[in-house]
């Protein structure tokens, strides 16, 4: 069975473009995050779902985040327009609920200039 | 919300000692203590997790203790081997309903 699929995986992009991140979360999981990865340190939740449900945004930079899980299966964030500290790594994850093994995907490395 | 960290930030231990890493959680209601590890360039993957009803768990060369009334666990790794040097993440979550919060990371180094 496949993980986590997550596309691209790199993206270089001039700031104040438009950028879209995709995710294929495990079948079953209900639970779909996606985390924001600086340079040395921990994943930071951005938003999280519940099926097609949008739980926890609080972490989501409203003014130029988006995101959305059609059906409660694949997702796409958005970010527009980019500005250069956006550049990190995206990473896409699942699982059963909050509380069971979240899995991540390999993540998209965005790089803004 | 839930606060994590992680101490110390980097660990350098020589092949074939033990390493261990401990992180603090502030919300008393977590009770799901996840450990990922991150090599280089690739994703988190879970090495172990323990529930708050269970204080240590082993999983061979790999333990994880917890600790609720000091809200902190720690991660044990024995007999170290080079291809244990990667970033070490401990999280917290609350239950099925809520987020895993992630510590900033520990980059563990094992010297030959």
């Known amino acids: 069975e496949a993980g986590v699929v997550q596309s691209p995986r790199y993206k270089i992009i001039e700031k104040k473009q438009p950028v879209a991140f995709w995710c294929n979360p495990i079948s079953g999981h209900n639970t779909l995050y996606w985390y924001l990865q600086n340079l040395g340190q921990g994943p930071e939740l951005l938003i999280r779902?519940?099926?097609?449900?949008?739980?926890?945004d609080s972490q989501l930079p409203k003014d130029r985040f988006s995101a959305e899980r059609l059906k409660g299966v694949d997702s796409t964030l958005k970010i527009q327009p980019a500005e250069l500290g956006d550049s990190a790594v995206y990473l896409c994850?699942?699982?059963?609920?909050?509380?069971?093994?979240?899995?991540f995907g390999q993540g998209t490395r965005l790089t803004v200039v | 919300g839930e606060n994590v960290e992680q101490h110390p930030s980097t660990l350098s231990v020589q092949e074939g000692d033990s390493a261990v890493i401990k992180c603090t959680y502030s919300?008393?209601?977590?009770?799901?203590f996840p450990w990922y590890k991150q090599e280089l360039g690739k994703r988190p993957q879970l090495i172990i997790d323990?529930?708050?009803?269970?204080g240590e768990k082993k999983d061979q060369r790999i333990a994880v203790t917890l600790n609720k009334t000091a809200k902190h666990f720690s991660l044990h790794i024995t007999e170290t081997q080079p291809e244990d040097s990667a970033v070490y993440f401990c999280a917290a979550s609350t239950g099925a309903n809520s987020k895993l919060t992630f510590g900033k990371g520990i980059t563990l180094s094992v010297r030959p």
């Open positions: 779902y519940e099926n097609e449900e949008a739980v926890d």
């Open positions: 323990i529930r708050s009803n269970v």
């Open positions: 919300d008393s209601a977590s009770n799901y």
């Open positions: 994850a699942s699982s059963f609920g909050g509380n069971t093994e979240a899995f």
